[in-house]
């Protein structure tokens, strides 16, 4: 049966974690979602962005900054939807049910997604590996959690060749806003290719539940009957028309998360792990014990993404401030079990 399939464990959870390690001697320090923790300075919004259902010219500003922020030739290209999240739960109901490749590890969404719907998914490393009875491909750019990356030319061959077999390439470039050059958005609009782009992650403002979906036409005409009327609501596309425009704070922010997960990567280096990769929102570091230390870590309030599939794995996201950065340069040195260089 469809729609039955266990639950996807996420991070950011801190009820769970406190019950699970009881609650800590500071606030918590969340480390285990890979979103900018310097957000963008929320602006005030007009007492209409609140009361009033978000019409048309509501969310045809929201995807003219949209369009423009991604470089997708115009927003009928564009589907705003309630976080990047729900057009992956979405995209499934659109396709008969068939064969799905998903390129992984990745976020392990998609694959549940799919599955739910009814399709056969299968899940590779390597996409020499995928079958060609695939009618669907998923491939997560830069990858969440290794920071893979795939150059672009191979994906719009792959996605051209799915196109003309009525398949679908589905690129979620969800951690694509600190390096752009890499983005297909401006691909958008070629036949079986869908791109995901996330707002919450880059701008800090996961609350916001904000994501898009750039595509073809005809497929965004069909996730929006999909949704439904109103699937945003008016605040967020008051705030992200704003934010997506702002190219300064884009600018700054990508140099301080740069030089923020270059200091990362060397504190991970120094305290005996290995870093495996990552991106400029998060780094995933390895090392045996991965279990106990993330025990450790979260017994002193400080909450990294673990992944029981595989059990030497860590991801770290980016300390907010000074305070922050010594709480967890301290919590490391006091591990038992670290080996140091």
Request: glycine share 10%; with cysteine; proline share 7%.
């Amino acid at each position: 049966m469809t729609g039955e399939l266990p639950p996807v464990r996420h991070g950011g959870d801190l009820a769970r974690a406190e019950a699970e390690f009881g609650p800590p001697a500071e606030v918590w320090l969340d480390l285990s979602t890979g979103i900018n923790p310097q957000a963008y300075p929320v602006v005030e919004l007009s007492h209409e962005a609140w009361s009033r259902l978000p019409d048309s010219g509501v969310m045809l500003r929201l995807k003219e900054a949209a369009a423009g922020a991604y470089g997708v030739e115009g927003p009928a290209r564009i589907a705003a939807a309630p976080g990047s999240s729900a057009i992956i739960q979405w995209l499934p109901r659109l396709a008969k049910r068939t064969r799905v490749a998903v390129l992984g590890p990745a976020y392990a969404e998609h694959a549940a997604a799919w599955r739910a719907a009814g399709h056969m998914v299968d899940e590779v490393e390597d996409l020499e590996e995928i079958s060609k009875e695939a009618a669907v491909v998923v491939v997560v750019n830069p990858n969440n959690p290794t920071g893979r990356y795939i150059e672009s030319d191979g994906l719009v061959a792959l996605a051209r060749s799915l196109g003309e077999r009525h398949g679908l390439l589905v690129v979620d470039e969800a951690f694509a806003d600190v390096a752009p050059e890499g983005s297909l958005a401006c691909r958008a609009g070629l036949p079986g290719l869908v791109v995901l782009r996330s707002f919450g992650k880059f701008y800090g403002l996961a609350g916001v539940r904000l994501g898009f979906a750039l595509a073809w036409q005809p497929l965004v005409e069909a996730l929006e009957r999909l949704m439904g009327p109103w699937a945003v609501p008016g605040p967020a596309a008051a705030l992200a028309s704003v934010a997506l425009a702002d190219e300064t704070w884009k600018a700054a922010t990508r140099n301080r998360l740069a030089a923020d997960a270059h200091r990362l990567r060397e504190l991970i280096g120094v305290s005996g792990l290995k870093v495996l990769g990552g991106t400029d929102l998060f780094v995933l570091a390895g090392i045996d014990r991965a279990e106990d230390l993330h025990a450790h870590l979260a017994k002193q309030g400080i909450l990294v993404r673990r992944f029981p599939e595989r059990p030497t794995w860590l991801r770290f996201g980016l300390p907010p401030d000074a305070r922050a950065w010594e709480r967890l340069e301290g919590a490391l040195k006091s591990w038992p079990g670290m080996h140091k260089k």
